[in-house]
């Protein structure tokens, strides 16, 4: 990153009152909030792509950030966390035809981590992601591969 007088741009940007940095990603895009809130604590403070009055605008960025050409079919919008993500991080059912790019309900598809923060899953129940099945462990909440889970070895002694 170029350097004035041992200043970072980013830290040039950040020394501005914070009035007028708000001012400025007023006029920005969604892409350039989305870099720029990506560059230090303080700017994703203050971009917070997030925020309830950007909503709309996120969530076409998102719809449009996961066609790119070099994305399909192999990422996938998160509307809970916000982010695409790749495909191994959704069940089967959130990136088939019904909940594919484009289908009418995409906006409700869930990485599986926001699905099992957010409770979508009972505990026990089996789920298929990357065509194999998955059990959601009682005591650790993470989906795992078998009948033990690694992580805390709960399902062993059920």
Known sequence: MPTVN????????????????????????????FALSETSRFFNRLANPTADSRRPLLTEFLLEAQDLPRWKRTRFACFACNKILPRH????????????????????????????????????????????ERVLCAQCKKLIGGVVCD????????
Do not use: W
Not at 102 to 130: I, N
Not at 151 to 158: E, I, L, N
């Open 6 to 33: 041992n200043y970072t741009d980013a830290s040039l940007l950040a020394a501005l009152p914070e009035e007028l940095c708000l001012a400025i990603i007023d006029e920005l895009d969604m892409p350039s909030i």
């Open 89 to 132: 991080r959704f069940i089967d059912s959130q990136v088939a035809t019904i909940l594919g790019k484009g289908a009418s309900q995409e906006k409700t598809r869930h990485c599986v981590q926001c699905a099992v923060k957010e409770g979508h899953f009972a505990l026990a129940s089996v789920v298929t992601q990357y065509s194999r």
């Open 151 to 158: 992580t805390c070895r709960f399902c062993k002694t059920v």
